[in-house]
C-alpha cells in the first residue's frame, strides 16, 4: 500500500510541471507574433529543380534459385472396389422421321382430251437414251375442231398437226443435236362481212355463198440443229432451214445460221454472233384481178453483233451494237444499218429492288410462216419486207416485295420502219373471185411507227400450293401513213392462279382482257368510202381443274370462254362459244 501511494505523488508532479512548460511556451510564441515586422527578400538565383534517380523495378526479377528445394516425385496407388447400385437404365428407341416420298419423274408422256364443237386434243412425247452420251426424242401434237360456231354460214372447221424428232449428243467437251419436223394446217376463211349480199336477192345470196369454198392449208418442213462446246473460241451456233407452202401455190424457203464466238482480252470477254439470214418465195395470184403478175420476194441479211459485259460491285454494264448488211434480192438494193445493243442494271436495294435500263434495235426478218402463226386468215398475195425497229429504249425497275413475292414494271419508246400490220382486205361480191376475196381475208400493210408502252407484272408463290400472277400492258401508237395502227390493241391484261387442293386435286383458272382494235373494209362494189372499225374489247375467262389418281395417270377438265361471248379476234371471226374439253394424262418409261 505505501509504495503506490508514492507512485501517485510521483505521476500527479509530472504532469503538473508538463502543464506549466506548455502554457509558458504559448506565451512566449503570442509575444513574438506581437514584434514581428516586415522584411525585404532578394532572390538571387532561380530555383531549377533537379529530379533525384530512382530505383527501377526490372520487368522479368531475376531469382536467386539456389535455395530452392527439389521436387520430391509422389507415388500413389489406386485402390479400384465395386460400388453396389440397383439403377438400370431403359433402353434408348430411336424416332422414327417422316419421309416424303421421292417424285418419281417420268421421261414420256401422253394426253388425249375430246370435247364440244367436236374438239380433239392430244399429245405424246417420248425420249430414249441409246447410250451413255446419245438420246433420241419425238413429239407428236394435233389440235382440232369439227366448228358449229354460230350464225356462220361458212364452215369452220380447222386442224393443226405437227411432228418433230430429235437426235442429240452430250459429251464434256460439246454437244449437238438435230431435229426434223413437220407441220399440216387446214383452216377455213369463214369470216364473211356482216352485211355480205345485201345487195343481192336471197336466192342469188345463197348461191354466191354456196359458191365459196374457204378451205385452205399450210404445211411446213424444218431441219436445224444447235451445237455448243464448253472451251475454246467458237462456243455455240445453230442453223435453221424450213420450206413452207400452202394449198395456192404458195412457197417459202428461210434459211438461218448464226454461229457465236467468244475473245479473251484484257480480262474482258468480247461475244460476238455473226447472223446469216435469208428468205425467199413467192405467191401464185395478185390480190387485184387487174394484176396477174406473180407476187417474188427475197432478202437477205448478213450481221456483225460484238459485246461485252462489265460488272462492278452492284453494277452490270453490257455494251454492244449490232450491224447489218440487208440486200433485196428482188430490187437489187441493198444498205447497211447500225443498231444499239446496251443494256445496264443496278442493285438499288440486293434483290429487292433493281434498276435497268437499255437501248436495243434489230433488223427482224419477216416470213409467211410467221404471218401465218398470227393470223391464219391471210390472203396468199403478201408483200413481204423485213421490219427495221431502229431503236427501243426502255427502263423499269424489278425485284421483290417478299422472298415469294416478284414484281416487273417497265417503260419503253419503240421506233419502228415497216411495221408489219394486218387489215382486212377490200372485196366485192362478184361470182368470179378467188375465195378469199369475198372480205374474209387478211393482208399485211406496213407503216413507220413509234409505241409509248408501259407494262407491269406482279408474281406470288403463296405456298407451296398457291401460286398467282398478273400483267398489263398500256400501248400509244402513233403512224405515219396509215390512219389506224390496225388490229393492235391499247391495253391487255392477264391473270392467273393455280393451287393444290389436297394431294390428289388441283384447280387453277386464268383470265385475260384485250383492249379496243381498228381495221378497215370496203365493199368496193358499193363505192361507198373506208372508215375505221373498232372491234369490241373482249375478256375471256378459262377454268381446269384435275385428279391425280395415281403419280402416272392423271384426269383433267378444261373449261374455256366460260362467258360464253362471241368476241371477235379479227373482223368478221368471231371465236367459239363456251369450251369444254375432258382428258387424261399418263406418264411412262420404256
Not at 370435247?115 to 441409246?130: H, P
Not at 380447222?158 to 467437251?173: A, H, Q
Not at 363505192?527 to 392423271?554: C, Q, W
Not at 362471241?566 to 369450251?579: C, I
Request: proline share 3%; charged share 20%; aromatic share 14%.
Amino acid at each position: 500500500m505505501k509504495i503506490n501511494f508514492q507512485n501517485k505523488h510521483i505521476a500527479f508532479l509530472l504532469l503538473l510541471t508538463s502543464q506549466l512548460m506548455l502554457a509558458q511556451k504559448k506565451e512566449e510564441t503570442k509575444k513574438k507574433e506581437e514584434t514581428i515586422g516586415t522584411e525585404e527578400v532578394n532572390v538571387v538565383k532561380a530555383y531549377l529543380p533537379t529530379i533525384s534517380d530512382a530505383f527501377k523495378v526490372k520487368e522479368i526479377p531475376s531469382l536467386n534459385d539456389e535455395g530452392n528445394a527439389a521436387k520430391e516425385t509422389i507415388k500413389y496407388t489406386i485402390f479400384s472396389f465395386p460400388v453396389a447400385s440397383t439403377f438400370t437404365p431403359s433402353k434408348g428407341n430411336a424416332q422414327l422421321v417422316d419421309k416424303a416420298k421421292k417424285e418419281h419423274l417420268f421421261t414420256n408422256y401422253a394426253t388425249a382430251g375430246v370435247g364440244n364443237y367436236g374438239s380433239l386434243n392430244a399429245e405424246l412425247f417420248v425420249v430414249q437414251e441409246l447410250g451413255n452420251n446419245d438420246y433420241v426424242a419425238g413429239m407428236f401434237k394435233h389440235q382440232s375442231s369439227q366448228g358449229g360456231i354460230k350464225d356462220i354460214e361458212l364452215n369452220d372447221q380447222f386442224y393443226d398437226t405437227s411432228l418433230d424428232l430429235i437426235y442429240g449428243v452430250k459429251n464434256r467437251d460439246m454437244s449437238w443435236n438435230i431435229d426434223l419436223g413437220y407441220q399440216n394446217q387446214i383452216y377455213n376463211w369463214y369470216g364473211l362481212p356482216v352485211d355480205f349480199g345485201s345487195t343481192l336477192t336471197p336466192q342469188d345470196r345463197g348461191i354466191l355463198i354456196n359458191s365459196i369454198s374457204p378451205k385452205h392449208s399450210y404445211n411446213g418442213i424444218n431441219l436445224g440443229g444447235n451445237i455448243d462446246f464448253s472451251d475454246g473460241i467458237f462456243t455455240k451456233a445453230s442453223m435453221k432451214y424450213s420450206h413452207f407452202s400452202d394449198g395456192l401455190k404458195s412457197s417459202e424457203n428461210r434459211f438461218y445460221i448464226k454461229p457465236s464466238f467468244k475473245v479473251e482480252i484484257m480480262d474482258q470477254s468480247i461475244n460476238t454472233d455473226v447472223i446469216v439470214d435469208y428468205v425467199g418465195g413467192s405467191f401464185e395470184n395478185n390480190y387485184e384481178k387487174t394484176n396477174l403478175q406473180p407476187i417474188k420476194y427475197g432478202f437477205t441479211n448478213f450481221g456483225l453483233s460484238p459485246s461485252f459485259v462489265m460488272q462492278q460491285d452492284d453494277w452490270t454494264l453490257n455494251l454492244g451494237a449490232k450491224l447489218f448488211y440487208s440486200l433485196d434480192n428482188e430490187n437489187s438494193n441493198s444498205k447497211i444499218l447500225v443498231y444499239p445493243n446496251v443494256t445496264a442494271s443496278y442493285k438499288v436495294v440486293g434483290d429487292l429492288m433493281i434498276f435497268y435500263a437499255g437501248a436495243e434495235g434489230n433488223l427482224e426478218q419477216n416470213t409467211y410462216m410467221d404471218f401465218v402463226d398470227q393470223n391464219p386468215f391471210l390472203s396468199p398475195t403478201l408483200n413481204i419486207n423485213p421490219t427495221d425497229m431502229q431503236f427501243n429504249i426502255f427502263a423499269g425497275l424489278k425485284g421483290k416485295l417478299a422472298n415469294n413475292v416478284s414484281y416487273k414494271v417497265q417503260g419503253s419508246y419503240v421506233n419502228e420502219r415497216n411495221k408489219a400490220l394486218f387489215k382486212s382486205n377490200n372485196y366485192t361480191e362478184d361470182i368470179s373471185n378467188k375465195n378469199y376475196a369475198f372480205g374474209n381475208s387478211f393482208q399485211v400493210v406496213y407503216d413507220d411507227m413509234t409505241t409509248l408502252r408501259f407494262y407491269g407484272e406482279l408474281k406470288a408463290d403463296f405456298s407451296e400450293n398457291v401460286s398467282f400472277g398478273i400483267n398489263g400492258t398500256f400501248n400509244s401508237y402513233s403512224n405515219d401513213h396509215q390512219s389506224e395502227a390496225w388490229n393492235l390493241p391499247t391495253m391487255k391484261l392477264s391473270t392467273n392462279l393455280d393451287f393444290n387442293i389436297t394431294k390428289q386435286w388441283y384447280a387453277g383458272f386464268n383470265l385475260f382482257y384485250v383492249g379496243e382494235r381498228k381495221d378497215e373494209q370496203v365493199n368496193t362494189s358499193l363505192g361507198i368510202d373506208a372508215s375505221p372499225i373498232t372491234l369490241k374489247s373482249y375478256f375471256d375467262l378459262n377454268a381446269h381443274v384435275g385428279y391425280k389418281y395415281s403419280e402416272r395417270l392423271t384426269f383433267y377438265l378444261k373449261a374455256n370462254n366460260i362467258t360464253n361471248q362471241a368476241y371477235q379476234r379479227w373482223l368478221n371471226y368471231p371465236v367459239q362459244g363456251f369450251q369444254i374439253v375432258a382428258g387424261a394424262n399418263y406418264k411412262f418409261d420404256f
